[in-house]
């Protein structure tokens, strides 16, 4: 890892903001680049370089430390997953049996702003047609929500939601803990099946990216540490 600390003229200048000032997405803890993904279209899977960091903030300056990371995403969402279950297992008993083994336990990212969210069980009896309340009391389907909100057409109307149960947070434990309900069509998925790490070209192929030696590794950390030093907007 390597840390550099950065003068800031403004209070208001977060490590954070640094980050996404250098167009970097946050996805969870942590900041990736997405304009140099990495494709594979052989295995279906997508590549984000980036960076775990930690951020120490002081009044007039910021420490940030920061280690390379990858983030690894597949070309499937949620519902493409779904549908193929659906070819192989035409009965709803076995369909609904197949997609909970395949989906409960993994990891979505969401298409409209990248979070991530752990797939705790599937609602089948919801669809994206579903009406819920907003904060301000009003009625909306997901379907007119997504559209709203984050310009996303959900088009496959008769998918089921899936259920996250979120993050608990300390300072919010009396506070009722609602379900967060995802369409499957607007979630990617993240990470290895156990078919994949079975296959070796997959995990060779990916080893040659996302396995750095030292010299690599400082070298990418250096780039990150002195775009931050040197660019012109981060003040």
């Not at 800031?8 to 996404?20: A, C």
């Not at 705790?120 to 389907?141: L, Q, V």
């Not at 979630?187 to 070209?201: A, I, M, S, W």
Request: hydrophobic content about 30%; charged content about 30%; overall charge positive.
């Amino acid at each position: 890892s390597a840390c550099t600390t950065k003068k800031t003229k403004n209070s208001s200048t977060s490590g954070s903001r640094i980050l996404k000032m250098m167009e970097l997405e946050q996805v969870g803890r942590n900041y990736y680049n997405k304009r140099e993904a990495m494709e594979f279209h052989d295995h279906k899977l997508v590549i984000w370089p980036g960076y775990v960091t930690s951020i120490l903030e002081y009044e007039t300056s910021i420490t940030l430390c920061a280690d390379v990371n990858h983030k690894l995403f597949r070309m499937q969402t949620a519902y493409d997953l779904i549908s193929d279950i659906r070819d192989g297992f035409p009965t709803k008993q076995e369909l609904q049996e197949q997609v909970s083994k395949r989906l409960v336990g993994s990891v979505v990212s969401t298409m409209y702003n990248n979070k991530t969210y752990r797939v705790d069980a599937i609602n089948w009896e919801e669809t994206p047609r579903t009406t819920f309340k907003t904060s301000d009391g009003a009625e909306i389907t997901f379907v007119e929500y997504y559209k709203t909100r984050y310009d996303q057409v959900v088009t496959e109307l008769n998918q089921p939601l899936l259920i996250s149960k979120g993050k608990w947070q300390k300072s919010k434990q009396d506070t009722p803990h609602e379900p967060i309900l995802l369409v499957p069509q607007l979630c990617n998925l993240t990470g290895l099946t156990d078919e994949l790490r079975k296959n070796y070209r997959v995990m060779r192929d990916l080893a040659l990216h996302m396995r750095l030696d030292p010299e690599k590794r400082q070298h990418e950390l250096r780039k990150l540490m002195n775009t931050i030093q040197t660019n012109k907007e981060i003040q």
